[in-house]
């Protein structure tokens, strides 16, 4: 996908016109700030020409005058932070993409940087491609403007006359059936807060006890939604996402703290992905130039050779326990057994996707099972030569392997928590199958493997074990 990042630096302008405009009237200063393509206009009096660039120039050393013209003063971006600004909104986007989907539920995403402006995504397991891509292609761009109530106005905009300083949006609401009507709404062009100043994003429910999201803005914003409100009490404020209205409440009393709700006719899941969208805002559209659906074919090889690999590996490993440990030895591959059934059961209610990393992590955890046995068979066999019978010797290697054999995989979860953490896309699959295969085989080794020894001593009163 490619990012646009003119509309990250046209964003950028818009959150400075708004602030000089809100420090021009804190200063008592006449001006009108706005933004023309990539461009910040200021336009005032002649005789406050002066003053409007003095306040430019001591707030935004990042701007240019370009033209100044019978009181219009036009200002441009340095090409320096233009440059960081598109630098920024792809790294952005990247990073923010990438947290998007992890919540989305897609296991083991490859997210890179292709080009200047392009990121590449590779999505494995994804049931429905069109439903993700137009999940990633949500912006998440909020912004607060208000309704253009003049009936005026309104005729002139149907009729395909858009008053200046206006535009013609769309409310989506719930129709007979469940169809979706659009309603047109019109309202002022001005964007008079935006996203950027998001803090947090969750499900909640409206008055009407339906799903809805709550937003919280950061200080900055809230002093700025304070204002907006206070200003504007009895007038409809429109919450715009993406271009589309989703709901335009009338503004009651002025509200503080800098919480608002989103309403709409949401369902749960609808309403909990548009929180995602929200707290994981892009600071650019996006737009797929190459969609491809590769089929499970191209990988097949690599798959096969794994899962072979870890089936010889396996086979391996229970003979040469059987060898060495006799009847001790089958136990403990009763023990591998059941790591595998646990473990690929918990993979399933996870709905994680077995690619090859998660064989290498299922692999691993084959090796560490059989190490922990490993340890208490010794030990037994140390009790043994010490003299003491079969059922203590158990009780007395488990006791004794206990502390040596937690610890060691007490240690390998901390380390696979931080490749979760800090790795993405294989590194993280990779680290749940491992996190999963030594929980599981924490139980099977201290637990499973002992209640078989128990069972064996309590049937057949053994005098010498097989070990």
Do not use: C
């Not at 969609?291 to 690599?302: H, I, K, M, R």
Request: charged share 20%; proline share 3%.
């Amino acid at each position: 996908m490619q990012v646009e990042t003119d509309k990250a630096i046209e964003s950028s302008i818009d959150n400075i016109a708004a602030d000089l405009q809100q420090t021009a009237a804190t200063q008592k200063i006449d001006v009108t700030f706005g933004r023309i393509g990539m461009s910040l206009t200021a336009k005032t009096t002649e005789a406050n020409a002066d003053q409007v660039e003095n306040l430019v120039k001591s707030n935004y050393a990042i701007l240019d005058l370009t033209s100044r013209n019978k009181g219009e003063l036009v200002y441009a971006l340095k090409q320096a932070e233009v440059n960081r600004l598109t630098d920024t909104a792809v790294t952005q986007t990247l990073e923010r993409t990438r947290r998007r989907i992890d919540k989305y539920g897609v296991a083991e995403p490859a997210i890179y940087k292709q080009e200047q402006d392009q990121i590449a995504l590779q999505l494995p397991g994804v049931k429905n491609p069109q439903e993700a891509i137009a999940f990633i292609k949500t912006s998440g761009r909020l912004e607060f403007k208000l309704v253009n109530t003049d009936p005026g106005d309104f005729e002139k905009a149907q009729a395909g006359k858009v008053p200046a300083g206006s535009e013609l949006l769309f409310e989506e609401r719930e129709g007979e059936n469940g169809k979706i009507l659009k309603q047109p709404i019109l309202v002022y062009s001005k964007t008079l807060l935006t996203g950027d100043r998001l803090k947090e994003a969750k499900v909640g429910i409206d008055q009407y006890n339906k799903p809805a999201v709550s937003i919280t803005f950061d200080s900055k914003g809230a002093e700025v939604f304070d204002r907006i409100t206070g200003a504007n009490v009895g007038k409809q404020l429109a919450i715009v996402l993406d271009g589309v209205v989703h709901s335009a409440p009338r503004i009651q009393d002025r509200i503080s703290g800098g919480d608002a709700q989103i309403t709409g006719n949401f369902t749960h899941d609808e309403a909990a992905k548009l929180a995602i969208v929200l707290r994981e805002s892009l600071p650019a559209p996006v737009k797929i130039i190459q969609n491809v659906t590769v089929g499970p074919s191209l990988g097949e090889d690599s798959i096969r050779m794994g899962v072979r690999s870890a089936v010889i590996g396996g086979l391996v490993v229970i003979v040469f326990m059987v060898i060495y440990y006799g009847l001790s030895g089958v136990i403990a591959d009763y023990a591998i057994i059941l790591n595998l059934v646990l473990l690929l059961g918990a993979m399933a209610l996870l709905n994680a996707t077995l690619t090859l990393p998660g064989i290498a992590g299922i692999i691993l955890t084959m090796g560490m099972g059989v190490d922990s046995n490993v340890l208490m068979f010794e030990r037994i066999r140390e009790e043994i030569r010490a003299g003491k019978p079969p059922r203590p010797a158990v009780d007395s290697g488990y006791d004794k392997a206990f502390l040596t054999i937690l610890d060691s995989h007490v240690t390998t979860l901390i380390t696979a928590a931080a490749l979760f953490m800090f790795g993405t896309g294989p590194i993280k699959g990779f680290a749940v199958t491992l996190s999963l295969g030594i929980m599981i085989n924490l139980y099977s080794a201290l637990v499973g493997t002992k209640v078989i020894f128990d069972i064996i001593n309590s049937k057949w009163k053994l005098e010498k074990l097989s070990i």
